[in-house]
């Protein structure tokens, strides 16, 4: 067992990847050969028809930028056994487990595991370990879904500040790993 989390270690060096078990400090950027890769899937999805040229025209626009760069993204192995209980306990599920955390001045979108449902992405105003989440999102969201994704966002938490629902919606569309 220990030969297999050093290869998996080594193999997360190699390939980039945080080996701690706190979270990752910031949302990372899309490759050039990402954003290569997605502008040749617009492009074909544009001519076949699939999506308008207002989609094609926002994929690009989203496409080159990074709204995370103003989020906080990491959070310590102590913090993250917290949340996990709090949020167990406010939501009434057993064995969350805390896959993404963001957070802009004192809103927080935390990405768990529940074992219930797909994995959903709660939202907070405050504190997850002393309130319970405003509402979730769970699912799957195209590339070219970007601004619908803020907007529904923005319509559902309205609060929510601008920063933090660009970051989200960027990073569930073009950046979900």
């Not at 308008?52 to 103003?70: D, G």
């Not at 209980?85 to 768990?112: H, Q």
């Amino acid at each position: 067992m220990k030969d297999c989390r050093v290869l998996l270690a080594f193999l997360a060096v190699l390939l980039g990847a945080p080996v701690s078990a706190e979270l990752a400090e910031s949302e990372p950027e899309l490759s050039d050969s990402e954003k290569a890769r997605i502008a040749v899937l617009a492009e074909g999805a544009l001519k076949d028809g699939e999506i308008s040229q207002i989609q094609y025209r926002s994929t690009m626009y989203w496409l080159n930028t990074y709204p995370c760069s103003v989020i906080e993204r990491a959070v310590s192995e102590a913090t993250k056994v917290e949340l996990e209980s709090a949020i167990a306990t406010n939501e009434r599920w057993v064995g969350v487990k805390i896959l993404g955390f963001f957070k802009f001045e004192n809103w927080r979108i935390v990405y768990v595991s529940n074992g219930v449902s797909d994995e959903p992405y709660l939202f907070y105003s405050g504190d997850p370990i002393t309130s319970k989440s405003l509402g979730a999102w769970g699912g799957a969201a195209t590339f070219f879904e970007t601004e619908d994704m803020k907007n529904w966002t923005v319509k559902t938490f309205p609060q929510v500040p601008q920063e933090l629902a660009r970051c989200f919606a960027w990073h569930v569309t073009l950046n979900r790993r």
